[in-house]
Each structure stands twice: as C-alpha cells, then as structure tokens.
C-alpha cells in the first residue's frame, strides 16, 4: 500500500508536466492528421521545446 501512495504523492507532484506532455502528444496526433509534413516540424519544434523547459538552469558561477 506504501508503494501505491508513493506513486500517488509523484503523481501529484508532477501532474502540471504530465499534463503539458499529454496536451504535447494530442497536439502531434492532430498535426499528424492534418498533414505527415506538418506532424514532423510539429513534433521537432515541441521536442526543442520541451528540452528547453527540461534544461536544468545554468546560473552565473
């Protein structure tokens, strides 16, 4: 039971970045649908962007 409510707690932790991936697959299936172009530089530029939010911030040391 410890393990399932461990895994609730980071669930809950993280759920505002789980939510932006889920909201970043569905806008890639979309764009996909539109055109095979389209979903490649969609998901290109969601894929630079999400490394950018996961870069760790480099402060002035």
């Known amino acids: 039971m410890t393990k399932l409510k461990s895994l609730g ?7 505002s970045f789980i939510l932006v991936l889920i909201a970043m697959i569905f806008f890639v299936l979309a764009s996909f ?9 969609v998901i290109g530029v969601l894929l630079v962007i999400l490394a950018w939010i996961l870069q760790p911030e480099s402060g002035d040391k």
Request: charged share 0%; aromatic share 6%.
């Open 33 to 41: 649908l539109v055109n095979l172009i389209v979903g490649y530089v």
């Open 9 to 15: 707690n980071l669930i809950i932790a993280n759920i």
